[in-house]
Nanobody, 125 residues
Framework: QVQLVESGGGLVQAGGSLRLSCAAS????????MGWFRQAPGKEREFVAH????????DYADSVKGRFTMSRDNDKNMVYLQMNNLRPGNTAVYYC??????????????????WGQGTQVTVSS
């Protein structure tokens, strides 16, 4: 079973940047789809970004497109989320997720089998 651990969260002022990291316990194969989701208190889990390991394709929620960039380093079993121009509304726990099977519904958190513990991102005004 794949284990994922997020890091890099913290407190940042509005307009600032953070880079989140997601480390896998073992080799991450190219067929795995990777996703970033976030969840604020009292809110449902929300899709943020997706990356197909074999194709290098990235997809983003409209709310973060142009500000967030997802990337990967397969040699290091790492996935990243660079977040620029952060807003207070981006405050949430951010989760890394993985799914071996391809799905067109990459925005759906229920399609991902493996999840990290989350890392808190707080954006102050």
């Amino acid at each position: 079973q794949v284990q994922l651990v997020e890091s890099g969260g913290g407190l940042v002022q509005a307009g600032g940047s953070l880079r989140l990291s997601c480390a896998a316990s073992g080799r991450m194969f190219a067929s795995y789809a990777m996703g970033w989701f976030r969840q604020a208190p009292g809110k449902e889990r929300e899709f943020v970004a997706h990356c197909n390991w074999s194709g290098g394709r990235t997809d983003y929620a409209d709310s973060v497109k142009g500000r967030f960039t997802m990337s990967r380093d397969n040699d290091k079993n790492m996935v990243y989320l660079q977040m620029n121009n952060l807003r207070p509304g981006n405050t949430a726990v951010y989760y890394c997720a993985a799914e071996e099977r391809w799905t067109m519904d990459y925005w759906d958190h229920s399609k991902y089998a493996y999840w990290g513990q989350g890392t808190q991102v707080t954006v102050s005004s």
